[in-house]
């Protein structure tokens, strides 16, 4: 019985604060303005004009200033990856030249050669063209005999 009665204290004390105080009552009152005739003031079409204006220069400033921003932002992205990749030619065009440096070696020449099973000319298989003899004068082709040395 006790948990009744503090269930119907708790509910009496819900109702009391409901009803504490004045209620609001709100009646409907109909206007009727079909008699009004706005009245317009040009000196306050005048100054929403100029503040239409004003405000349409300041949105134009505000926008300019925005996409010089952000087009700043974007070429700073392009010169740092521009960056990049020059520095990554740069280490590419050194390894290059390594490389070159280490096929123009005529010692690795020779032990690739010899390792490919390659033999040294024999005199008489090496033809060396002269430059100096006939300088600006045209050369013919001809064919002559080349003797080939079988490697076994």
């Not at 001809?142 to 080939?148: F, G, S």
Request: charged share 25%.
């Amino acid at each position: 019985m006790s948990a009744v009665a503090m269930q119907t204290a708790v509910d009496s004390s819900r109702r009391k604060s409901c009803w504490l105080g004045t209620p609001e009552i709100y009646f409907r009152k109909t206007i009727d303005n079909s008699r009004l005739v706005k009245v317009e003031d040009p000196r306050r079409a005048r100054e929403m004009k100029y503040f239409a204006f004003a405000m349409c220069c300041l949105f134009l400033l505000v926008m300019g200033y925005g996409l010089q921003h952000f087009r700043a932002i974007e070429y700073g992205y392009k010169i740092e990856s521009l960056r990049s990749q020059r520095d990554s030619l740069q280490e590419m065009n050194q390894v290059l030249r390594l490389e070159e440096a280490s096929l123009r070696d005529p010692g690795q020449i020779d032990w690739k050669a010899r390792r490919l099973g390659l033999q040294p000319p024999l005199p008489g298989q090496v033809l060396r063209m002269d430059a100096s003899s006939d300088v600006g004068m045209p050369v013919m082709a001809r064919v002559t005999p080349v003797a080939v040395a079988s490697a076994r």
